[in-house]
């Protein structure tokens, strides 16, 4: 096996074929509904309950985070304040992307077993966050309903080879493994005295 995880072969072209004979080309031996079946029938039950938990935890961190700043970041010393906000910035995003995900959930009728609830409650949180809801959730549905069209799926379509630049070749090429092992080999290197002095002080 090559170091990029796929199986060396000989000849010119051994590689491109070794891809080409692992990527799926024909329909798969099952559907979705047999997958469906597969799953505990518990995992599809929605509770309203959990479900609030959620929403009530994300915007008590997200408050507390908010309050944290606004109160005593105005107290530290500059070279900390600048540090602080963008580290502010980064868990406060982390935080609202999770309101946002459970947003997501109620446009896809997860959030609990009334649609006005998950409506309503997808309705705040997105448009807390600035983000349209209701046509969000048809063009989103659209979307789930025509997954990997080229024809009819409205995002992740990729460009016709007539529209895509020269350079982008080099720039999509995938990284060597040899400078990947290279970079490996000089970060274990790089650790090495500090894992020495690590280890003295134990």
Known sequence: MAANGLFASSGKHGGKESRIKRMPHGKPPFTLGKIKKAIQPHCFERSLLLSFSYVVYDLCISFLLCYIATTY??????????????????????????????????????????????????????????????????????????????????????????????????????????????????????LIPSLQRFRSTL
């Open 73 to 190: 970041f105005d107290l530290l010393p500059s070279p900390l304040s600048c540090v602080a906000w963008p580290t502010y910035w980064i868990l406060q995003g982390s935080i609202l992307t999770g309101v946002w995900v459970i947003s997501h959930e109620c446009g896809h009728h997860a959030f609990s077993d009334y649609r006005w609830v998950d409506d309503t409650v997808g309705l705040i949180l997105h448009s807390a966050l600035l983000v349209p809801y209701f046509s969000w959730k048809y063009s989103h549905r659209r979307h789930h309903s025509n997954t990997g069209s080229l024809e009819r799926d409205e995002v992740f379509v990729p460009k016709p080879k007539s529209r895509i630049a020269w350079y982008s070749k080099y720039l999509n090429k995938p990284t060597r493994p040899s400078f990947k092992s290279w970079c490996h080999t000089s970060a274990r290197l790089a």
